[in-house]
């Protein structure tokens, strides 16, 4: 994707987003989330906010001048801050799933 003056062009891999300036054909930069991989992307009107939608269900919107990330936005999960620090019972398998739905777990 361009943003609005064409002169950057904005693309997504399945690791991390780059933003290339078209004149030089230089890759200006990477934004690389370490939790979660982008599955799309969009732009602001404004040129210079870049949305990314994740694997994670998570939404992040991304300074894309400086790549820096501004804001995570994600709806809450069913077990949302659940602590099963020492809960018995579970396989790792019930464990994980309950971490992937929000549980949290002290290590």
């Not at 690389?32 to 040129?47: F, K, M, N, T, V």
């Not at 020492?86 to 777990?105: F, I, S, Y």
Request: with cysteine; glycine share 10%; charged share 20%.
């Amino acid at each position: 994707m361009f943003n609005p003056d064409g002169t950057f062009l904005i693309v997504s891999n399945d690791k991390q987003i780059a933003v290339w300036d078209v004149q030089s054909g230089q890759c200006l930069r990477t934004i690389e989330d370490q939790r979660s991989h982008p599955w799309d992307i969009a732009l602001a009107p404004d040129g210079c906010t870049l949305v990314s939608g994740n694997e994670d269900g998570t939404i992040k919107l991304w300074n894309i001048h400086m790549g820096e990330l501004l804001k995570t936005l994600r709806v809450p999960r069913p077990y949302e801050g659940m602590n099963i620090t020492g809960a018995t019972g579970l396989t790792d398998a019930q464990r994980e799933t309950l971490k992937a739905l929000g549980a949290v777990e002290d290590v």
